[in-house]
Nanobody, 121 residues
Framework: QVQLAESGGGLVQPGGSLRLSCAASGNIFSIESMGWYRQAPGKERELVAT?????????KYADSVKGRFTISRDNAAYTVYLQMNSLKPEDTAVYYC?????????????WGQGTQVTVSS
């Protein structure tokens, strides 16, 4: 079994910063990529940022967060971080960690339980 442990959400004022962390553990052979998605009330889950793990670092960002959010990785610890700066009220959502994992039962996506990010004055 594979687990994703998220941390770092909370309440922040507009213009503030937060850093999310996600650590993968369990029966992992390798991880192809990890990333963050978010879901606001009444909206579909959307991609925020992803980063490759097993190869040269490649990142992908949603247009809405480019220049404000930075995703990074610690390959040895199967950990990914999301530094969020210049936060806006529209960034308010539950943020979910995702990992594309090759494990004992094969390759599949795993999801964390989500961490709430609220941007409000």
């Amino acid at each position: 079994q594979v687990q994703l442990a998220e941390s770092g959400g909370g309440l922040v004022q507009p213009g503030g910063s937060l850093r999310l962390s996600c650590a993968a553990s369990g029966n992992i052979f390798s991880i192809e990529s990890m990333g963050w998605y978010r879901q606001a009330p009444g909206k579909e889950r959307e991609l925020v940022a992803t980063i490759t793990i097993t190869s040269v670092s490649r990142t992908k960002y949603a247009d809405s967060v480019k220049g404000r959010f930075t995703i990074s990785r610690d390959n040895a610890a199967y950990t990914v971080y999301l530094q969020m700066n210049s936060l806006k009220p529209e960034d308010t959502a539950v943020y979910y960690c995702n990992a594309d994992v090759v494990a004992i039962l094969g390759r599949r996506d795993y999801w964390g339980q989500g961490t709430q990010v609220t941007v409000s004055s």
